[in-house]
């Protein structure tokens, strides 16, 4: 079974503070996504990577930037974290399109800034 | 870009009752998938599905793309069908991506 794994899975951060959150896929997935969700809006695509050193943005980047060095791993980054980023945050991966059978989500990471 | 609508947003049902859940989407899509949040948070694939009917025991999923509408049955619902279901339509916008609807929230009593 694929496995995503987020590092972390409740994060209180303060105002301010550079914010690193973690997601490390097993299955040499190409693609990577990183989402947030809050209560009525869903989930929202923050940033997504097709390759290692590719990014591209998503619906809502301000705020956020991501790194993928190696193709396991997709960080995703709060340059300075703000109250409006407290959210649910879940990263998922997939194989490119041609031969992919959807996503697969990790467990989430509960962020609260204060 | 894309709309993707469910309904109905909140659903209470007695156990062993039955349900159908919709997703509606605005434009063509290349592919569609059910989830289930559980209550801890964790998002499970139920269905990929970009058309037909598909059944996994006492789930099943249909997807009319000419249409764009999916719907996911539940039946003999149980308690630990509880949770939020989302529909995810996959569309090409530079990449290859899901874009979510809002979401069912369903709880099932005992």
């Known amino acids: 079974d694929v496995k995503v794994t987020q590092s972390s899975r409740y994060l209180v951060k303060r105002t301010g503070e550079k914010v690193f959150l973690e997601c490390v896929q097993d299955?040499?997935?190409?693609?990577m996504f990183w989402y947030r969700q809050d209560p009525g809006l869903g989930l929202r695509l923050i940033y997504f990577?097709?390759?290692?050193?590719?990014?591209e943005k998503g619906d809502i980047p301000e705020g956020y930037s991501v790194s993928r060095e190696k193709k396991e791993r997709f960080s995703l980054i709060l340059e300075s974290a703000s109250t409006n980023q407290t959210s649910m945050y879940l990263c998922?991966?997939?194989?490119?399109?041609?031969?992919?059978?959807?996503?697969?989500f990790g467990s989430g990471t509960r962020l609260t800034v204060v | 870009g894309i709309q993707v609508e469910q309904s109905p947003p909140d659903l209470i049902l007695q156990e062993g009752a039955n349900s159908t859940l919709r997703c509606n989407f605005s434009d063509s899509v290349n592919n569609l998938q059910w989830f289930h949040q559980n209550p801890w948070g964790q998002l499970i694939n139920l269905f990929y599905?970009?058309?037909g009917t598909k059944q996994n025991g006492r789930l099943s999923a249909t997807t009319v793309a000419t249409e764009r509408y999916s719907l996911l049955y539940i039946s003999s619902s149980q308690t630990t069908d509880s949770g939020v279901y989302f529909c995810a339509v996959w569309v090409l916008s530079g990449t290859y991506k899901y874009i979510f609807g809002t979401g069912t929230r369903l709880k099932v009593l005992a």
């Open positions: 990577s097709y390759d290692v050193k590719m990014k």
């Open positions: 599905i970009p058309s």
């Open positions: 998922a991966s997939s194989p490119p399109a041609a031969r992919s059978y959807g996503y697969t």
């Open positions: 299955m040499d997935h190409e693609n």
